[in-house]
């Protein structure tokens, strides 16, 4: 994987809308380093001939509860303390580009 400097993470950031700092970006940088090294690392497993494992537990969960009806909020007292509504959804501003 290519390594990424501090100027690739503080453009990601601004398309976020938040702002980094040098030192910021720096750590971040350094965090991501890392990380991928940690990945790198994992890559490197050999893992010829183990079986693929679907669910952590080798016997089926029996423990799980079972739905119960309980109280619950209107829709009206669901809305009261949101900032704006349209046609009983809470309205958010677009935070995507």
Not at 72 to 96: D, H, I
């Amino acid at each position: 994987m290519e390594k990424k400097d501090k100027e690739f993470y503080q453009k990601l950031a601004r398309q976020l809308m938040f702002e980094l700092s040098d030192k910021e970006a720096e750590e971040v940088k350094d965090e991501f380093t890392y990380l991928l090294e940690q990945l790198e690392l994992l890559n490197q497993v050999d893992t010829e001939g183990v079986e693929e494992m679907i669910t952590p537990f080798e016997e089926e969960t029996s423990y799980i509860r079972e739905d119960e009806i309980g109280e619950y909020l209107s829709q009206e007292e669901a809305l009261k303390n949101v900032g704006r509504v349209k046609q009983g959804m809470v309205l958010v501003p677009k935070v995507v580009k």
